[in-house]
């Protein structure tokens, strides 16, 4: 999603660079500021690099994942919604248990 929102992959070089992507927060993108400008930044040292955008990656960024939740919500609720009818076919429907004519109508009950 990162790539897809226009950040760059940054390889660290030096040292120090490698020092400063350990000490990023994992599994978070960081903002940082540098020379007036506005950086973000997403560490990934186990593959020893960095995902860096500007403010505009970033907004594009957050769309996707809000655009991501959408569709994962949507697709959640589909899959209730069929767990759902499923579950209801199991019981015999709405009238299951119901009245005389539900499975749990006992002798003498017509």
């Given amino acids: 999603m990162l790539v897809a929102s226009g950040f760059k992959v ?51 960024y957050q769309a996707l994942r809000a655009d991501n939740k959408l569709a994962k919500e949507s697709l959640e609720t589909a899959e209730m919604s069929q767990d759902a009818s499923m579950q209801w076919s199991v019981w015999g429907g709405w009238d299951a248990g119901a009245g005389s004519f539900g499975p749990m109508a006992g002798p003498g009950s017509f």
């Fill in 10 to 60: 940054i390889t660290p070089k030096t040292a120090a660079q490698k020092q400063k992507l350990q000490n990023l927060p994992p599994g978070k993108v960081t903002m940082i500021q540098k020379k007036g400008k506005t950086y973000y930044i997403f560490p990934d040292p186990a593959h020893n690099q960095a995902y860096v955008g500007g403010p505009t990656e970033y907004r594009a």
